[in-house]
């Protein structure tokens, strides 16, 4: 019962921590990757996801995959307009939309393995 009443004050002390991390791999990418992170996550937290569907938000799949982008990118020596372009909101846009896409599979393939699962255990 403490560790509920802890979450609802404070919040998820390893969502934090998990949080704390991904954000030490960014200070760790070069300047303008950095610099176009931070920018492109105020975008995506200030516009929300296509559809508004907030719940990409829940996790930072998101936001790590972005920053695995941005490391890989660097290691390459591409610039990051070589990676987001010049239409910087069309590309949050993009992987926004990607996210909730790659969410929405998730859920269907877990919809359907568990429908399996009964209806096979049910004749």
């Known amino acids: 019962m403490l560790d509920s009443i802890i979450k609802l ?23 303008d990757f950095r610099f176009a992170f931070r920018k492109i996550q105020h975008y995506m937290f200030s516009v929300g996801p296509p ?8 996790d930072m ?21 070589d990676v987001i372009g ?17 969410t929405e599979t998730l859920r269907e393939k877990l919809n359907k393995e568990v429908m399996e699962k009964f209806n096979k255990e049910e004749r």
Do not use: H, W
Request: glycine content about 8%; some cysteine.
């Open 9 to 31: 004050i404070i919040g998820d002390l390893e969502e934090k921590r998990a949080y704390k991390r991904m954000m030490k791999r960014v200070d760790g990418l070069p300047k």
């Open 51 to 58: 559809g508004g569907d907030m719940t990409i938000f829940t």
């Open 61 to 81: 799949t998101m936001f790590t995959d972005l920053v695995d982008l941005f490391e890989a990118s660097a290691a390459e020596g591409k610039q990051v307009l």
């Open 86 to 102: 010049s239409d910087v909101d069309k590309f949050c846009d993009e992987f926004m939309r990607a996210s909730v896409t790659n």
